[in-house]
């Protein structure tokens, strides 16, 4: 999976979002450390020579002001503030790469043009027979495809590519303003949205820019994961650790990112970082289950210090105490008493 190198934002250009936000010089500068992929808060410490708690709570005024509601999220409105303040993709280094589809190559050349106007890569295709086969190979972050075609339709393209490759690439699909084709018909099929000609080109380039943004693979991108990382659970997924105990966690994760989870996979190890009143407290997990709740997961690389702080934190606070079981159902839920 390609990952999205750093931006070519300078930290003066990144002050106009600072000020459209309120944001304090100190406040700008960790920002710019987010944006260069530094992370973690004991990281940003050592940089900016503050404590990891300082640096917490430069956060949450961060986000208090941004209406953000964790680092992806923070970086997301970033990232489309840039693109709207240069009307462009070619801020980033990492552009969205389109697959266009359409029988009719005059349309197919004013779609090309325009995105590639606004920075993207684009791969064009008046024969829909020939997408299959060239996302063997390669990976778009969006198939927008006409519905109507001669060869395969739109629809028939769409059941193939989420039989073949689950949820990504996204797919929108285009349509003549007919009673035969619905928005709702087309999400209930797996497509991102349904957009009728003729359309508003603008309002094409934003829908891509918004999918592309608030995409939460690309979040990950963003935030340097691979395969190769343990996967940063806190940047990921906006989500609640609600029930903590000396051997786990159960991680709610927010009704409005369910897609979320499909990115993680039960025995996935992930990094993680929260803060118990006054301690943040870092370390490893392996999932060991997961629901359409959340997430359970064992500790697997945490302190001893860490490891009473956390059982100091239960007895007082008198929490539930979640310890994962290693249950492999995916619909059971184990708390302990």
Known sequence: MPTLPDPKWSEDELKDFGKLHGLSPREQQVLFLLTTSVV????????L???????????????????????ADLLAKVLKHMVAKYNSFKALVRVPQVVVVDDEPLICEILTRHLENKGMKVYSFCNSNKVLPFLRNFRP??????????ELDGYA???????????????MLMSGNSPDHSAEDAIKLGALNLINKPFDLEALSSSIMDHFIQDVNEKNRYLRISHEIPIRLNDSIDASIEN?????IFVRIDSRNQTALTAFASGAILTF???LDDDEIHGKCQIVWKNSAGLGMK???ITTVEREKILQYIQ???ALSFIPHGVNSENETKPAN
Do not use: C, W
């Open 40 to 47: 973690t808060f004991k990281d940003m410490a050592e940089r």
């Open 49 to 71: 020579g503050l404590s990891p708690n300082t640096v917490h709570n430069h956060f949450r005024n961060i986000f208090d002001k941004t209406n953000a509601r964790s680092k």
């Open 141 to 150: 972050d969006i198939v927008l495809s006409d519905i109507r075609m001669p």
């Open 157 to 171: 393209l769409l059941k193939e590519i989420r039989s073949q490759y689950g949820a990504s690439p996204a797919v």
């Open 244 to 248: 903590i105990g000396y051997g786990g």
């Open 273 to 275: 970082d929260f803060n």
């Open 299 to 301: 500790f697997t690389t």
């Open 316 to 318: 007082l606070k008198k």
